[in-house]
């Protein structure tokens, strides 16, 4: 169902570097229209798969963008895949730094608006569809990356599980959570596959989130704010 969705010019300090993104003007209007035009049809959970959410820089992608940036002399040449992406500002950071990004979600606008954006922010990376509900393999990366992405129950697991599949044997994941009621239970799920975790609080532009970083050299690395796992 195509939806025209109104979108504003926005920018973004990471680092020492500006991003310019396009993104939705408002989150609630854009909502307001689509499900004005579902009038009630389709299932909750496709209103869910529909919702605008792809479109709003949140706050916990800044956190994360942030911890990106940090380790960026290290990301030349890395593999680096993010889950959820939506505006994706963690994946144009990394693919500033050179790595080799791919970004994914699954609602069906977010793939061209991120070429818009990343195009804007003369970066190259590739856009992949990727439903954790029925996940497919897109190979083993150094840094596997999730933002503000547990909205719903059953997500923590699912999310966790596609993270701990796409990671390289010595790989990082990084999950930033602004502390929804149910994101704890992403430590569960880590402990049910035997993926050793710890977690860190972080803050970027007046905004806190929750960051679990998964991964023996996640857990083994120091952390500090100028040196969040993954740097050494």
Known sequence: MPVDWQVH?????????TYRLWSLASFEAASADLYGQLRGRGSPALRDDLSPMFG???GAARVLAEWVDRVGPRLQGARVLELGCGL???SLVAA????????????PDTGALL???????GVQLRYETLDWR?????????????SDVLFARELPALVVQTMAGAMAPDGVGWLADPGRTWASEAEQAADALGLPWRLEVDAAGGEEAFVWCFGQRAVAAPVSSASPPGQS
Not at 115 to 121: D, G, I, K, Y
């Open 9 to 17: 010019l926005t920018e973004e300090h990471v680092g020492t570097h």
């Open 56 to 58: 709003v820089m949140w």
């Open 88 to 90: 994706a500002l963690p």
């Open 96 to 107: 500033r730094h050179g790595a080799d990004v791919v970004a994914t979600d699954q609602h």
């Open 115 to 121: 070429a818009r954006n990343a195009a804007l922010n």
């Open 134 to 146: 029925r996940p497919r393999d897109l190979g083993r990366f150094d840094w596997v990356l999730a």
